[in-house]
């Protein structure tokens, strides 16, 4: 193919809605109707660090990440942010800034993952482990281990470091193995 995918690697339907528009844009107005689950993603970086912890088991299990999950009925995305951080790391932060909107196309799946993903820093509290995640670990920015993180990261993490705003779309098959990921940064 022409874009360098792989000829098993064919756009999702979502990816080709969002083909020369803002992936926001081309999400509601081009035929996916599928209800979505909204996200959150918090990626605590500050003086040339991540804090990343693993997940102890379920969705995820036994990889690095940041911390995040669903938004509660009657929570803003942002308060569902802070609770998940809470919850998963023990900690609250200072500041807490919308980095990017990735969305998460998996087959299989009669939702839409709409993944709205935070840069935190200005740590409150000492990070510690929890019922859902192994003690938090900080990373220099060049050790991060993407080897041992959700498939795709490395496609918006590093816009994430370097303090750009970014939108994208990463396709999973049933079994949640990475089938593209179309992320780009945002002007």
């Known amino acids: 193919m022409s874009d360098g995918r792989q000829p098993h690697e064919a756009l999702s339907s979502v990816e080709r809605a969002a083909a020369g528009r803002s992936i926001k844009n081309a999400m509601e107005p081009t035929g996916d109707k599928r209800p979505h689950l909204i996200v959150t993603l918090v990626m605590v970086h500050e003086g040339g660090r991540v804090l990343l912890s693993r997940k102890k088991e379920g969705f995820g299990g036994g990889l690095w990440n ?8 009657g929570e803003t995305i942002e308060d569902a942010a802070r609770r998940e951080l809470m919850e998963e790391a023990g900690i609250d932060v200072k500041v807490l800034k919308k980095a990017g909107l990735l969305y998460f196309d998996i087959e299989g799946d009669e939702r839409l993952h709409e993944g709205h993903i ?8 000492e990070p510690l482990e929890t019922d859902e995640m192994i003690t938090p670990q900080w990373f220099d920015e060049s050790e991060i281990p993407y080897d041992k993180m959700w498939k795709g990261d490395d496609a918006w993490l ?5 303090g750009k705003q970014f939108e994208g779309v990463l396709t999973f098959n049933a079994k949640h193995k990475l089938l593209s ?5 945002m002007e």
């Open 158 to 162: 590093p816009l994430f470091l370097q």
């Open 181 to 185: 990921a179309v992320v780009r940064a």
């Open 66 to 73: 940041g911390y995040g999950g669903k938004v509660q009925l």
């Open 118 to 125: 935070f840069r935190a820093s200005g740590v409150i509290g």
